[in-house]
């Protein structure tokens, strides 16, 4: 059996083998859009690991193969001290998990490859930003160390830049040595096999269980994993990563959407940890970037007759892709999206019909928070996916999961991480000071429907409190948030429903113009059903 499939545009396997990740890849570069070189292990490999608890018998050399392939394709050596490869090992499944599963970035980089690395840019301050990165992903996801020691030890030092990086790798070596099995491996390909096995073991993580639960996944297909020429977006001022929706999530708008680092790599941008600036900044400081994404994007768009959601990086003023989804806007954008297709002629009015489910036309509706009267606002952010929630105050999800057996609460966090989906799971809404409306909060509220606020920058999160504006709030208090406005307000503010949009009036006009013989009617039927029970509940 064949456990490793080079990610080319000739690859001919499915999502179920590659993962969505991998197929998305592959289709990216056969519409000749700039993708790292590498190669993906199959989700089979992962289902064997699970059941056997070890490497399937075969992949070892196929692994050795792959990256020698790897090598000669990019003209570098993994592991070594002159042109380094190094590479970014990131998990997918056969549908998508945001941030359910592990990946480690600037894996290779030994202590031979850190110099080569400084050698060849000339710049040591990105190598040892790049090392540090490496240690602190794989102490994390290899070693099980929790993120926030290390958060903590990463941030000790002084004097220049250099000198911290360099105090903080030492320090998270010595706590590696210290709470870890075994120090991290001073060999590449030691590294890799380390961290495909904790990619594959993340598919059982309960973080990964919860979501899979929420939305009916199977807990059998097993992850795969892609392994990547890495790209680096913390490689100067004309390097950065992002993430860009061809149309605004929130609205269905045919306008670019999303968020851009400069000088940073994909998981600070993800994460929510930093603060990020709008996409649209990307045509001002790197118009070759932004014209090369706008046309990736409406490329993709051509070939999947659907909205899509693109992660990038930058290098040195290069455009690369690292991830493509397409749809999943939901409710009264999912509704503009597929009538605005059809207008544009990329679809017909039947393949937009068919683009919408019962369960969008439930989301179209979307409440918002009375603004007319006087409203005790304790802080706003920024509105990340639609809706009004009402529920007390939990600031750690092990708390929003057990006040959740007493009634709705609202998840009100310094930031989200994976760690949280089963407070995520629990709340009827979040709230973050930090992150945008591509961070980690953002995606996991839009693909279970809860409203989100992010980004609400005077918002100071404690044990069991939280602060803004001078006031204190217990946990318990119950708030309202509007995750179209980004409004939070204490109590419960009147509510108010916006009137029906008339992209579904448009959409419905056309599901009674479809023929009964058509063989998208049932489909239709359920639509109209649908509305109707929307409009008259009773």
């Not at 990105?126 to 994390?140: E, K, P, V």
């Not at 768009?301 to 693109?310: G, L, P, S, T």
């Not at 509706?365 to 009402?390: F, K, M, Q, S, Y």
Request: neutral net charge; glycine residues 12%.
């Amino acid at each position: 059996m064949t456990w490793i499939h080079p990610l080319s545009a000739q690859t001919e396997e499915n999502a179920n083998v590659l993962g969505g990740k991998g197929h998305g890849l592959v289709t990216l570069r056969r519409l000749g859009l700039p993708v790292p070189p590498g190669f993906v292990i199959s989700t089979g490999a992962c289902r064997a690991f699970l059941r056997d608890g070890q490497l399937p018998e075969g992949l070892g050399a196929e692994l050795a193969a792959a990256v020698s392939a790897l090598e000669a394709t990019t003209r570098r050596r993994f592991g070594g001290p002159g042109r380094p490869l190094v590479v970014a090992v990131r998990s997918g499944g056969g549908v998508s998990m945001p941030g359910m599963m592990s990946t480690i970035l600037n894996l290779g980089l030994t202590t031979e490859a850190t110099a080569g690395l400084a050698a060849e840019t000339g710049d040591l301050r990105f190598a040892l930003d790049s090392r540090l990165r490496f240690l602190s992903g794989f102490a994390a996801t290899v070693a099980g160390l929790a993120p926030e020691s290390l958060e903590a030890v990463t941030r000790r030092g002084s004097g220049g830049e250099e000198t911290r990086l360099a105090g903080a790798i030492a320090a998270v070596e010595a706590l590696i040595r210290e709470r870890a099995a075994e120090p991290v491996p001073d060999d590449a390909m030691r590294q890799l096999e380390l961290a495909v096995r904790a990619v594959f073991s993340s598919w059982h993580t309960p973080r990964a269980r919860t979501y899979r639960e929420l939305h009916g996944l199977s807990h059998e297909s097993g992850t795969a994993v892609t392994v990547q020429a890495m790209v680096f977006g913390n490689r100067g001022d004309h390097s950065g990563s992002g993430v860009a929706f061809s149309r605004d999530p929130n609205t269905g708008e045919s306008t670019p959407f999303g968020e851009v680092l400069f000088g940073c790599q994909g998981e600070d941008v993800v994460s929510g940890g930093s603060v990020t600036r709008p996409l649209s900044e990307l045509a001002e400081r790197e118009p070759a970037v932004w014209a090369g994404l706008l046309e990736a994007m409406g490329r993709i768009e051509e070939h999947y007759r659907d909205a899509c959601h693109v992660e990038f990086t930058f290098e040195a003023g290069r455009l690369w892709l690292l991830q493509v989804r397409p749809g999943g806007l939901a409710g009264r954008a999912a509704v503009r999206v597929a009538v605005d297709l059809a207008d544009e002629g990329l679809i017909s009015r039947r393949e937009a019909l068919l683009l919408i489910s019962p369960r969008h036309l439930r989301h179209v509706r979307i409440p918002r928070i009375e603004t007319a009267g006087t409203l005790d606002v304790l802080t706003r952010g920024l509105g990340a996916c639609p809706g009004v929630a009402v529920g007390r105050v939990a600031t750690t999800a092990d708390r929003a999961a057990r006040m959740a057996a007493e009634g709705p609460v609202i998840l009100v966090r310094p930031q989200t991480s994976p760690l949280d989906m089963h407070g995520l799971a629990a709340a009827a809404g979040v709230v973050t000071a930090r992150g945008g409306p591509t961070s980690h909060a953002a995606v996991v509220a839009r693909s279970m429907g809860r409203p989100a606020v992010v980004g609400a920058v005077d918002l100071t999160v404690d044990v069991a409190s939280v602060q803004a504006g001078g006031r204190t709030l217990p946990e318990g208090t119950v708030i309202t948030i509007d995750g179209t406005g980004g409004e939070v307000v204490v109590g419960t503010p009147r509510i108010i429903t916006a009137p029906t949009d008339p992209h579904l009036h448009r959409l419905l006009a056309w599901a009674d113009e479809i023929s009964s013989g058509d063989s998208g009617r049932d489909h239709i039927e359920r639509l109209t059903a649908a509305h109707a029970v929307l409009l008259n509940p009773r």
